[in-house]
């Protein structure tokens, strides 16, 4: 059971990691691009071009880290909870914003449901791994 759950935390992993890195990478090269898909025009506002490659970035750092767990197991652990965090937090506050402003363009709310399924999924292999450990101490 233990080899399934670290190939389990492996795939999660490397799925949630290289998203992040490609988002990331896809907005700090090009951000109109990027937005567009989603019926977001963010015209030539310099201001918001920064605070968006700004997020970027940090996107493109926690997906580094992420798929860097992967091959340093002493990482592993808190690779899976900051992508639960991120995950998470990103689908929560797209879900109370869907509540307050109204629904958004499909991809938005595809991407919601597709960062739920993967916190959510991260945060069971979590749960079941600090079960396991308690198990054996």
């Known amino acids: 059971m233990k080899t399934n759950l670290s190939q389990i935390q492996n795939a999660l992993l490397i799925v949630s990691g290289t998203l992040l890195i490609v988002i990331g990478v896809s907005i700090f ?11 977001i025009d963010i015209g030539a506002n310099v201001s918001l071009l920064n605070e968006l490659k700004a997020s970027a970035g940090f996107l493109l ?12 197991k002493t990482y592993r652990d808190m690779a ?8 998470l937090s990103y689908a929560g506050a797209r879900a109370v914003s869907m509540v ?9 709310v595809l991407a919601t ?8 999924g991260c ?13 054996v101490a």
């Open 123 to 135: 945060l069971l292999v979590l749960l079941i791994s600090r079960t396991q450990m308690k198990k």
């Open 100 to 108: 307050a402003d109204g629904i958004p363009a499909s991809g938005l």
């Open 29 to 39: 090269l090009s951000p109109d691009k990027f937005y567009s898909s989603s019926n």
């Open 61 to 72: 750092a926690a997906g580094l880290f992420i798929n860097y767990s992967v091959f340093v």
């Open 113 to 120: 449901a597709l960062e739920a399924a993967i916190g959510l």
């Open 80 to 87: 899976l909870r900051l992508t639960v965090l991120i995950y």
